[in-house]
């Protein structure tokens, strides 16, 4: 499952992306640009906007679409995953800024690119190849798991 999200729901794009999602999310994407994914790259679009949807190719069924009603990110996400009953885990998997699948690299390698404490008490570092970022599982981590936690208890 693949998605593609305007420019008003980025922090619910990224939160899908810490589940594992793919999630295309493009600054000053217009609305043709954003169908234009939709369709092609067969991506479910994401969207606050209720114009956007009313247009003909949307009406044809042929791009699936989410009309995303709350302002906060719980609703969000709870509105996501009980429209198409996607898993809501942790999963480090895609960089949270580009959507590039991470690969994993060896502790040595990071030795003078992470903080002291982090490369101390982290056993497991993941790359980006896109832009150079690291991850590790630390207290961000802990805090996705807290919230995707909470919609669990509240849907089961
Ligand atoms: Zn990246």
Redesign the pocket.
């Known amino acids: 499952m693949k998605f593609v999200a305007d420019i008003m729901v980025g922090k619910l794009a990224k939160y899908l992306r810490m589940a594992g999602y793919d999630v295309k999310y493009i600054n000053n994407i217009t609305d043709e640009e954003l169908t234009r994914i939709a369709k092609n790259e067969k991506r479910i679009l994401l969207t606050r906007d209720s114009l956007l949807l009313m247009k003909k190719e949307f009406k044809n069924e042929h791009i699936k679409a989410i009309l995303i009603k709350g302002d906060n990110l719980i609703e969000q996400l709870e509105q996501v995953k009980s429209e198409l009953g996607i898993r809501l885990k942790p999963n480090l998997v895609r960089?949270l800024?580009?959507n590039?699948i991470l690969t994993s690299v060896d502790k040595k390698e990071v030795k003078d690119r992470v903080p002291p404490y982090v490369y101390a008490t982290q056993q497991n570092f993941l790359y980006?190849k896109?832009?150079s970022?690291y991850y590790w599982r630390g207290t961000h981590y802990d805090n996705i798991k807290d919230i995707f936690q909470k919609i669990r208890e509240k849907h089961n």
């Open positions: 960089c800024k580009c590039q980006c896109n832009c970022q």
